[in-house]
């Protein structure tokens, strides 16, 4: 496993050296290598890329590295076509903004001209520029309705690919640095949940902390401070489920914690250049060893067969990932693929999105720089539930956790 016991700056992490202070500043913002569609367009035939949104689509901010507006913008890559000239790329930015994407976009220019048109439009002056109005241009499925009626309206016909969600599941050494530092901090949110679990006291049917009553919204609070205080934003994503809505795969409800009933914390934080962190523990307050600890021994066995087939490393079919932890849990008794049971994928990838390729369900290869959450889980509506999640990263010869975290059923202080 990685000694990820330092922060990328060299400083030791919080978490693990005792510390109670923040994590030095963040690594510079990854660049993008838009290799991978100049070989897009050598094996498909075509001229350019051209992909059209706002802050919010993660392809694009991928491509651009530009972290705003909510107001649609363009960006255009031409290729070579075969006379010698150098590949282009191109980011039509918003009016206001041009200063905020001279500074993020990696790319060759920072386009400015008609910020009032619509981006498919200024697009298509881009490619009229390079390409005189004709050729076949590769987009992205979900580019814009309006975005692809301009382009073929210019004289350009569109070929979908998925030649940037490919790009993606292949982390860089400079994305796997951010991806650490995201998932440090997600991991001092997980200490801060347990550490109040751990503090709690059983009265009566339930839990006090400090002196109230402790609910999902309360530890909710304290761990998305303590995420804030590291630099990353919950984006709306701190699950917390205690009992029966543990089995509510996504619950940012309002809940009661009694003694003795799983309390399910999924905690996957967004970092300031883009990236997620993705780490799940689940805990029980004065249990009984009854239900939830049958399903956490299942659970852990089933992480642990997932990891020892990730122990080949690349070149490892993402599926049989997924099919070892699913017969764990099954020789455990509890049923896969049905509630009561394990009743979802071992893992997906992270990055720029919190769900992205590859799938651990797939029959794909994994390949050497993929991030994938490794998260088997038991679930039953009328008790609880229990899942176990890291992040780790496939190499050659086997897999890193971004970020160790320990794995206790008894919460303890951290």
């Known amino acids: 496993m990685a000694d990820d016991s330092r922060t990328a700056s060299g400083e030791p992490d919080a978490r693990t050296s005792g510390q109670d202070a923040p994590a030095a500043s963040w690594p510079d913002q990854p660049s993008t290598d838009y290799e991978f569609l100049e070989a897009a367009l ?43 000239d150098e590949p282009t790329t191109t980011l039509c930015a918003p009016a206001l903004f041009e200063e905020q994407a001279e500074r993020e976009f990696p790319g060759d220019e920072v386009r400015m001209a008609g910020v009032g048109d619509p981006a498919g439009e200024r697009a298509c002056t ?58 440090r901090a997600t991991a001092r949110g997980m200490a801060r949940a347990e550490t109040i679990l751990a503090e709690s006291t059983p009265e009566g049917d339930e839990l006090y902390w400090e002196g109230a009553p402790l609910s999902t919204e309360r530890l909710r609070r304290q761990v998305n401070a303590t995420l804030a205080g590291y630099g990353v934003r919950d984006a ?22 009694a003694p003795g009933e799983t309390v399910l914390l999924d905690i996957s934080p967004r970092g300031p250049h883009g990236y997620y962190g993705d780490l799940t523990r689940t ?24 990891f020892d087939e990730l122990n080949a490393g690349a070149g490892v079919a993402a599926s049989t990932v997924h099919e070892e932890a699913a017969a764990e849990i099954a020789a455990y008794g509890f049923s896969v693929g049905n509630e009561p049971g394990f009743t979802h994928g071992t893992g997906h990838g992270v990055g720029m999105s919190l769900h992205e390729a590859p799938s651990l369900r797939a029959d794909d290869a994994l390949q ?32 890193d956790v971004l970020a160790e975290y320990p794995t206790h059923i008894v919460p303890r202080k951290r």
């Open 42 to 84: 050598a094996e498909t035939g075509t001229e350019a890329f051209v992909h059209v949104g706002d802050r919010f689509d993660d392809d694009l901010r991928y491509l651009t590295r530009f972290s705003g507006p909510d107001r649609d913008y363009a960006f255009v890559f031409v290729g070579d076509a075969g006379d010698g």
């Open 126 to 183: 881009v490619l009229d520029d390079a390409l005189g109005g004709d050729g076949t241009v590769l987009v992205p499925q979900g580019i814009p309705h309006d975005a692809a009626v301009y382009l073929e309206r210019g004289g350009y016909e569109l070929r979908s690919t998925s030649a940037v969600a490919d790009g993606r599941a292949v982390k860089t050494d400079e994305e796997l640095d951010c991806l650490r530092r995201v998932q």
């Open 236 to 257: 709306g994503n701190t699950v917390v489920g205690a009992g029966p809505s543990c089995a509510d795969l996504h619950f940012t409800g309002i809940d009661d914690i």
């Open 283 to 306: 805990f029980v307050v004065d249990g009984d060893g009854g239900w939830e600890r049958r399903a956490y021994v299942a659970v852990e066995a089933a992480q642990r067969a997932a």
């Open 368 to 399: 050497a720089g993929m991030v994938v959450t490794v998260e088997p889980g038991v679930y039953d509506s009328t008790q609880g539930g229990v899942r176990i999640e890291d992040l780790v990263v496939v190499t050659e010869d086997g897999y």
